[in-house]
């Protein structure tokens, strides 16, 4: 993709950052909902379904007109019809594979694969789009992790772990689009933290989770309250 992957985005290696080599809020948004779309249609669209099973900012590439496509299906599952409807299936844990960080922490203990899977790997990836902190930062050891460290800046420090690059894209000194943005934003991050629950069960569906992402967008777009 000429645009390369959104890992290339989040994550620049140049020494100064600019409009050109950064993301701003409208784009990413746009991004999570191209993606959030894609993973829908493999759970609920696709027959038989398909489980992503590595969902990471690398795997997700950025074309010209800056969309988002899902790629690198190599360590993908194809599911049975019953799975779509439990949510799980049979297919053996013997070589699923998945990114550290990125990777349903049920893996570790279950013997199927299922599509909460890659629900728990869009919502890391979502607070990672939106703080600019990869789940592998060092600042993350002990009980500390992504998660954590998104969840507790709910409600009142969103503008403390947003990604400080988004800023570069706006007019921070007006208080009208700064309080849209940050509404914005704790909207997003909450929906992450819902995706990347550590039991499978409390975490949101991707179809009301699309759903809700198109609609934070829309409202940002239109510069209302979501």
């Not at 784009?27 to 696709?46: P, T």
């Not at 990125?102 to 607070?127: K, M, N, Q």
Request: charged share 20%; with cysteine.
């Amino acid at each position: 993709m000429l645009n390369g992957s959104l890992h290339s985005w989040l994550h620049n290696k140049s020494d100064m950052t600019t409009l050109n080599n950064t993301l701003s809020l409208a784009q990413r948004l746009d991004i999570a909902v191209d993606i959030m779309d894609a993973l829908d249609y493999l759970h609920n669209h696709c027959q038989p379904p398909i489980a992503h099973c590595d969902l990471k900012p690398s795997n997700i590439l950025i074309a010209e007109d800056m969309s988002a496509r899902v790629g690198d299906f190599g360590i993908s599952r194809i599911l049975t019809e019953s799975a779509s409807r439990t949510l799980q299936n049979s297919n053996s844990t013997i070589g699923i594979r998945g990114s550290i960080g990125y990777v349903a922490p049920e893996y570790s203990e279950v013997s199927s694969i299922t599509t909460l899977g890659d629900v728990y790997s869009l919502g890391i990836l979502l607070l990672e789009m939106f703080t600019g902190k990869s789940p592998t930062d060092a600042m993350f050891t002990g009980s500390l992790d992504l998660h954590k460290y998104s969840e507790d800046a709910l409600p009142h420090k969103i503008r403390e772990i947003a990604d400080t690059t988004m800023w570069l894209h706006t007019d921070t000194y007006d208080d009208s689009i700064r309080n849209r943005t940050e509404n914005c934003l704790s909207h997003v991050i909450s929906l992450g933290i819902s995706c990347s629950r550590k039991q499978p069960r409390e975490r949101t569906l991707i179809q009301e989770a699309a759903t809700k992402m198109h609609a934070i967008r829309d409202s940002y777009q239109s510069g209302g309250r979501t």
